[in-house]
């Protein structure tokens, strides 16, 4: 498509609100579905046929309520949080190629860019934890932010070490080195890198942590913290905070599906094209729910031990190893 | 050195029989019962509140209007009457009122009649914003209404 730039830029922006939009809404249909199938019950069936407009309802509930800005809080910072929380999923979405064809900006630091604009998103949850003056949002903005560091680590070493091998940073290269068949997919090319797969655990690892998932999910410590950072949020304030988790969980996968899982490359080698890039996405965010209703929350303590005694240890020795053996290979 | 890794390798296993546990439940049908739209067939020997035993022949009740259930019950919450009609052997109902807010379901009346015209229900969807529908329940009109 040859559009005037001006347009295409238009039509990205357009796509990709609308794109983030629909999938927080109906993530959040698919999560409470996936739960329900998991406990064996039917989960929200009434609004709708199998409860398809529950997200809409939701929707209008949340919007419906009044805005409260608590006496006391920074209003400033309390109301460009959520803001701030949302913005980075979508900033991401413009460098993420959904195909050979599809992608707003192919640039060549889109890795970077993309850690970038994700770590922005951990400030953001602080500042409304912050900003609110409540002593429950505080202590999770703190946990928040030791625990989005501790990750970090860990899964900038594992991007690196899948950027020596690939040797470049650009997203789109990077799906185009891995077509052909299933076997030269990242996450499968064994010859290259027997270390593949322990990269790959790391990365979702760390990509549920980043996000705030269970069982890693302390910005929203129910049980503990009232609901953490968000505590003080009412209405949609709340609501966009909720879709954002959505957005990144969205982001997320479609970075490990570009980085891991061959992008847009089909796994039999032909007809290659969205519906694959698609089809990865989601199978890997059903994934993330699946972890969600498996396994409880750990406790703060274990989870930075994890971190810090396991996850960064074990991508340090891979990078180190990997390292070696590009050298000596 | 290699204990930790052992130890990771055992936690990491645990988590993926503890993922397989779930996604078979997954693909398992359910276990709920969405009770406005469905509901749970009552087990053979729920009480519910007492009802007539409808006679098979006649489609009456059985009652004989003895008043046995009447002096069995212990919460004294049924009152029953009866007459005796032109050219019928035994006297027959004519009035059978429960006050359900006092019945305990203690079935004394159900076990005392000697014509075995009382039994549990199998109601339970009992819900009023008044009492005053449970504290006369008819059960001679409740008969009536409920022609086979």
């Known amino acids: 498509m040859n559009l005037p730039e001006p347009f295409r830029l238009l039509l990205f922006v357009l796509g990709t609100m609308a794109f ?130 501790a990750y970090e680590i860990p899964m900038m070493l594992v991007v690196i070490t899948l950027v020596m091998m690939t040797g470049t940073m650009n997203l789109r290269e990077i799906v185009d080195q891995q077509a052909g068949a299933i076997w030269h997919w990242n996450l499968f090319r064994l010859d290259e890198n027997p270390l593949m797969p322990v990269t790959f655990v790391i990365f979702y690892i760390c990509m549920l942590a980043e996000t705030n998932r269970a069982p890693f999910d302390m910005a929203e410590a129910e049980s503990e913290l009232v609901a953490g950072a968000f505590t003080e949020y009412a209405g949609m304030g709340f609501g966009v905070y909720f879709m954002a988790e959505y957005a990144n969980i969205v982001v997320g996968c479609a970075l490990a599906t570009l980085l891991f899982l061959g992008g847009w490359q089909s796994p039999i080698g032909v007809w290659s094209g969205i519906p694959w890039f698609l089809l990865k996405m989601y199978a890997l965010v059903f994934s993330v729910i699946w972890v969600r209703w498996t396994f409880p929350r750990t406790q703060f303590y274990s989870l930075l031990n994890l971190s810090w005694k396991i996850l960064i240890p074990v991508s340090l020795a891979t990078l180190v190893l990997t390292a070696i053996m590009m050298k000596i290979l | 050195m290699n204990g930790p ?105 159900v076990e005392v009649c000697p014509a075995d015209a009382l039994r549990f229900s199998k109601e339970y969807n009992l819900a009023s914003p008044t009492k005053g529908e449970y504290v006369e329940i008819d059960l001679v009109r409740r008969l009536e209404a409920d022609k086979p």
């Not at chain 2, 509901?39 to 046995?68: N, T, Y």
């Open chain 1, 20 to 149: 983030v939009g629909a999938n927080a809404a109906y993530l959040v249909w698919v999560e409470r579905k996936g739960a329900a199938r998991f406990q064996r019950r039917p989960g929200p069936t009434e609004v709708g046929p199998a409860g398809l407009l529950q997200p809409i309802a939701d929707a209008l509930k949340l919007m419906s309520k009044q805005l409260i800005v608590p006496p006391g809080v920074d209003s400033i910072l309390f109301r460009l949080a959520p803001i701030l929380v949302m913005m980075p999923a979508m900033m991401c979405l413009a460098t993420i190629p959904f195909s050979e064809a599809l992608a707003a900006r192919n640039i060549n630091v889109a890795l970077v860019m993309v850690f970038a604009f994700s770590s922005i998103n951990v400030m953001a949850i602080m500042l409304g934890g912050w900003a609110s003056r409540n002593k429950y949002a505080i202590i999770s903005a703190a946990r928040i932010v030791s625990q989005n560091i």
């Open chain 2, 5 to 109: 890794l052992i130890n990771v390798w055992r936690g990491f296993r645990s988590l993926v029989s503890g993922m397989r546990i779930t996604l078979q439940q997954f693909f398992k049908p359910n276990v709920t019962v969405q009770y406005p739209h469905e509901s749970i067939k009552m087990p053979e020997r729920f009480r519910g509140h007492i009802i007539f035993v409808r006679d098979p022949d006649s489609g009456k009740s059985l009652c004989i209007a003895c008043k046995s259930c009447a002096k069995a019950c212990p919460s004294e919450c049924i009152v029953v009457d009866g007459v005796k009609r032109e050219g019928e052997k035994k006297k027959s109902v004519t009035e059978f009122k429960l006050d359900f807010t006092k019945c305990s379901l203690c079935g004394s009346c």
